[in-house]
């Protein structure tokens, strides 16, 4: 009988240890994940709703929530009242079906009670669509159906807040200036990049951008990419990107050029995002910052890239999370690669604390 060569034990062990997370504990969040990115973050059906229900409203960002507010009253009966904190407690948005009345915190900012009124007249004029992609996903229990029909919804409400076409045009009038992209349609800095992570219409295709949302302590809370991005699928981001500097100087965003294992270069942008109003009995503030990317035979399209050498780029070299990287001598290595033995030797000291 033949042994298997040590190359293929490797590689099973490797394949084994990825694999695992998702066949034995998959989440709700990481089930509705993968749904979306099987999409590639793209839902045409959607964008033709969000593109209908503008025009219905009017046409006018500038007005939309106006618009809005009237036909939910006028449609659905539904009254939108601004709350105080103290009243609303935990919710930022609930909707009472009985007394048909969505109330908003006061302590949310324009552009997230734009959202959430839209969000609510998205869910009262194609709720049934949505319901029926929902259950054609089988989602394999309720509340990861929820999570993915909420996901739905809030790709509509943005589709609506951001229509395809007039977005684009704005995006590549302005060389994809996210704060310039911003002002037209009246939405957040959060808001602009997500939906620059969805402009894959074939024919009107945008930058194929990547986003990553991470917290000062690097948790990730969201992963999407319209192209090729290797994300890791569990863990946090590779501590030399630069997304982890973005707290350092809050509000500025810092450019990258990035390299990872396979020889794929990215220019990446990192913002940290605004904060919200938070009463000061509820303690310290987790900040939050966005990392967006493109391969970076694409940067030459962003005015953040102007200047810069894109032909020969000092790229810095990155990984996934440090469990499965395989970059030797990586100064800011803070694990062991699962699939690599150490080598540890007492009389010597090198640039890692996990030689392999």
Not at 291 to 315: S, V
């Amino acid at each position: 009988m033949n042994r298997p060569r040590p190359a293929n034990r490797r590689r099973r062990k490797r394949d084994a240890l990825v694999a695992a997370p998702e066949e034995t504990e998959q989440s709700p969040t990481d089930w509705v994940r993968d749904q979306i990115q099987g999409h590639h973050n793209f839902f045409p059906e959607l964008d033709e709703r969000g593109e209908q229900l503008f025009d219905t409203l009017g046409g006018d960002p500038h007005t939309l929530e106006e618009a809005a507010q009237a036909r939910l009253k006028d449609q659905y009966g539904i009254e939108i009242r601004l709350m105080p904190a103290q009243v609303m407690m935990i919710y930022q948005r609930r909707f009472d079906p009985h007394r048909r009345r969505l109330m908003i915190s006061e302590t949310l900012g324009p552009s997230s009670r734009r959202f959430a009124i839209l969000y609510q007249l998205a869910l009262s004029e194609y709720g049934a669509e949505i319901n029926a992609m929902t259950e054609k996903a089988k989602a394999p229990d309720l509340a990861t159906a929820r999570l993915y029909k909420i996901a739905l919804l809030n790709a509509l409400t943005a589709a609506t807040l951001m229509p395809y076409g007039r977005f684009l045009n704005e995006a590549e009038s302005n060389a994809y200036d996210i704060e310039l992209l911003r002002a037209p349609f009246e939405v957040s800095y959060e808001q602009a990049a997500q939906r620059l992570t969805t402009l894959s219409r074939p024919g009107s295709r945008g930058v194929p951008f990547f986003l990553m949302r991470i917290d000062s302590a690097g948790n990730v809370s969201k992963r999407f990419a319209a192209g090729h991005f290797p994300f890791s699928r569990y863990g946090g981001a590779c501590p030399r990107w630069n997304i982890h500097q973005a707290f350092q100087t809050p509000g500025r965003i810092i450019t990258q050029v990035i390299e990872t294992p396979d020889g794929q270069r990215y220019f990446t942008l990192s913002r940290t995002l605004d904060r919200s109003l938070r009463a000061y009995a509820d303690g310290a503030y987790a900040e939050q910052a966005i990392g967006l990317g493109c391969e970076l035979k694409y940067a030459e399209k962003l005015i953040y890239a102007r200047g810069l050498d894109l032909a020969q780029p000092n790229a810095v070299q990155t990984g996934p999370m440090c469990r499965l990287c395989e970059r030797p001598n990586c100064r800011e290595r803070a694990a062991p690669p699962a699939v690599k033995a150490l080598v540890i030797d007492e009389w010597i000291k090198g640039v890692t604390a996990f030689p392999f």
